[in-house]
């Protein structure tokens, strides 16, 4: 933190102007899932490109998508400066069900130190904290510390199906050394941590066929086969009794977990019995031999996400089914590549399809590769030293269990690494009801950010 | 056929007549499914009734019930006489697919020798055969040769919900030396044949709990248990891989085929490529060591009826499921027994349960005990010797894989074993649209029906 009075002055001076930004655009209901909030979509993208410019990002542009539009800004202080774009998205998760919201969920307010409103925490303060951030260095010091690039998108929350053309066709305009995502979540609030990885995503439908029609159980279910007990047989085999995936191959690619990781795992705090309450699960599962961490943040998963054939209603049909359906998806860790990955489902499904049953594979949309940051990035290493500072702490390597494909695709079309510098917290009801920020964290991340882009001016 | 000139000529006299009674009672859609066409069920009843009255029946009363009503008769010739129960049902399925239909369902019409309606074949003209038979015995012999006690019931299509309390309550208007079934069907036309058992049933629902709701795949999957995939282990479970069902104690009430009715199973021809080709299935299956019509009439068997857990809709839903449920039916065998078996299932589902899944256990609907008439049945014995010389063969001895409640509550309640003497035939498209009845097994059914009254009088 070389200047601290200048940009902290600044923020300190424009914290409530800052905040009540943030509220006005938490007023806007950019669902992007629902077309009746279309225009609202509009009015956000609007209010953010407006922002940057406020803020004195000299080019900025809505640029149009198939979908909702990108935000995008450019601010150029030097060409041996180096550049980073700074990722964040504009739209939010639909508010339902609305009935559990305390106060509604596009006025917001603020309660014991905490403001609620949907996107409080995912992902509009994020944004508001990198632009206003980049105000108080401009502001304090005539430019920022370095080439930035703003992508700020409106469709993360309905998986970003325009984004990965876009990039690939804007990769001039968003060259940069590093990637720094203000979407994403820490730890725990004053457990400052950095996600090292992201998982990928492959899956499949699996169709099965036994017969033209259900037939009558009486005539029929002892004589030909029954295609809900043919998925039921199939669905099984896809792991071991004991938790493991046991499709051949599946394994094949992954990378062993080194002792250094499995200690730096193991260094992170995770309360089993409160993991369970949370879930109301009875009882912990998975692959042996690895801690519960180790499976959701470092170990491929497969799982299955519905299945069903046959009589679902009430009381009884005596029907022999015909047809029967599994939907399936597997958590992807490095070097898995989930094109080959759906391969050896396919192969599974067909070495495993009991007699007299007809499969269909059909790959699922979504699919995303793993990511991974090297360790030795020296814009992760900035965010550590920042961080570190700030909380006095060390911060924990973490990793996440989902999947963000964004990060990937920054990683492959510009060749450089996302590194997660977000503010959200676990508890922050996310996609729930009665989202909220912490406001210590609004104060707390735009200092963050101010010290994170200067760190990375080297 | 000791007098045949007498009845058999009323018969041939009034055979248009009757004829043209069936389609008179055709035309009253008595659909005991719909509350909609329940005028019209009762329009059957009264017909049912009158038409018994005009046949010569003295004793005739339309019995309530909690539902559709029961048509009641009696014609009590002697005390020395022997009584015979003729059993049928005046209700009929639901028509649709209405446009599957060639012609409505209830504007019967005769083409090529077959009369086309919904009913026909199940059950009405089974019902016309028995009275016509009657009224031509008491015509030309002034009255029949035994005592007589109708039992047409309006609810049979609706699984006969009110029918065991009323049997029960009836037991001493009901009482008789045999129970004669106009519903039920021969193996083939021109293939006599006499049905001497049919299957119980007994049934579950098994709802399988993990957690409070469904999880978000990344960050639970790895972790905690999938009640899709607790399912899908537990489900196949059920069965061997070979097919023979794995329910400890299962079989241990199952008397074991005696040779000889292996031989009479044999001797029933069965055509394995169109048994295949009728339901669209391309490998019979079922428990090794018994041929496909030795499992189908005389083994006992574990459907799962439906399955479903999870996200069913369009593309893919990362979810970790936290409920599955799956319906199981079991037909059953002599001397199976209902509730026994439904105790073995939820011991099954106790032991093979995995861990870190609640299971609720729901017996269904339903449960009916096996049924199977004595070889030595004098009432057996006399169809067997009418269908011998009506076909100068010898019928085949058949079984059902289906359930029939009613079989089994009158042998329980009235002591009497019964008989099935019925004309319809496998192709008559019973239950399904285009249903029809051949005009020749009306011709043959009367006559048969006179017959074998005849010869129950000993």
Redesign the interface.
């Known amino acids: 933190m070389s200047e601290p009075e200048t940009w902290a002055t600044y923020l300190a001076q424009h914290e409530a102007r800052h905040l009540d930004e943030l509220v006005t655009f938490l007023r806007i209901p950019s669902v992007s899932a629902l077309p009746t909030h279309r225009a609202d979509v509009e009015t956000a993208a609007t209010w953010v490109a407006d922002r940057l410019r406020s803020a004195g990002v000299p080019d900025v542009e809505i640029i149009p998508t198939g979908g909702h539009p990108l935000v995008y800004g450019r601010w150029h202080v030097a060409d041996d400066r180096p550049t980073a774009l700074i990722y964040a998205h504009y739209d939010v998760q639909p508010p339902d069900p609305l009935d559990l919201w305390e106060s509604p969920p596009f006025a917001p307010v603020i309660r014991d130190g905490r403001l609620y409103a949907r996107g409080a925490a995912d992902d509009k303060a994020g944004l508001v904290i990198a632009i206003t951030a980049v105000e108080a260095l401009a502001r304090a010091q005539g430019g920022p510390p370095i080439n930035l690039v703003f992508f700020f998108e409106g469709e993360e929350e309905i998986g970003s199906p325009n984004l990965p053309p876009l990039v690939r066709a804007e990769r001039e305009r968003l060259a940069c050394d590093a990637v720094v995502s203000a979407d994403g979540s820490m730890y725990g609030p004053d457990t400052p941590s950095l996600t090292v990885s992201t998982?990928g995503?492959a899956?499949c439908q699996v169709d099965l066929r036994?017969?033209?029609?259900d037939?009558?159980?009486?005539?029929?279910?002892?004589?030909?086969?029954?295609a809900?007990?043919a998925?039921?047989?199939l669905?099984?085999s896809?792991?071991t009794?004991e938790g493991r995936v046991a499709v051949a191959g599946f394994y094949d690619r992954v990378r062993e977990l080194p002792a250094e990781e499995r200690a730096e795992i193991a260094a992170v705090p995770f309360d089993e019995a409160a993991?369970?309450q949370g879930?109301?699960?009875?009882?912990?599962?998975?692959?042996p031999g690895y801690s519960?961490l180790e499976?959701?943040w470092a170990?491929p998963?497969l799982?299955?996400?519905?299945?069903?054939?046959?009589?679902?209603g009430a009381?009884?049909?005596?029907?022999?089914?015909?047809e029967?359906?599994?939907?399936i998806?597997c958590?992807l860790v490095p070097d898995q590549e989930p094109a080959e990955i759906v391969a050896l489902l396919e192969r599974h499904v067909a070495e495993h399809c009991p007699?007299?049953a007809?499969a269909t594979v059909t790959p699922?949309?979504?699919a995303a590769r793993p990511f991974a940051i090297r360790r030795d990035n020296p814009a992760l290493l900035a965010a550590a030293s920042v961080l570190r500072e700030l909380f006095a702490k060390e911060p924990l390597v973490t990793r996440?269990?989902?999947?963000l494909p964004v990060a990937e695709i920054f990683q492959r079309e510009l060749g450089a690494d996302m590194v997660f510098f977000a503010w959200s917290m676990p508890d922050c009801n996310a996609h729930a009801p009665n989202e909220w920020f912490r406001l210590e964290d609004f104060e707390r991340g735009r200092r963050a950010y101010c010290a994170y882009l200067t760190a990375l001016a080297g």
């Open positions: 998982k995503l899956g036994t017969a033209d029609t037939l009558h159980s009486g005539e029929y279910g002892a004589a030909v086969p029954n809900v007990q998925m039921a047989q669905a099984a896809f792991h009794p993991f369970l879930t109301g699960a009875t009882a912990l599962w998975g692959e519960p499976r959701r170990r998963t799982d299955l996400n519905g299945l069903w054939g046959g009589f679902q009381g009884s049909k005596t029907v022999t089914p015909c029967a359906h599994v939907k998806t958590r007699p007299g007809q699922l949309p979504g996440s269990g989902g999947t």
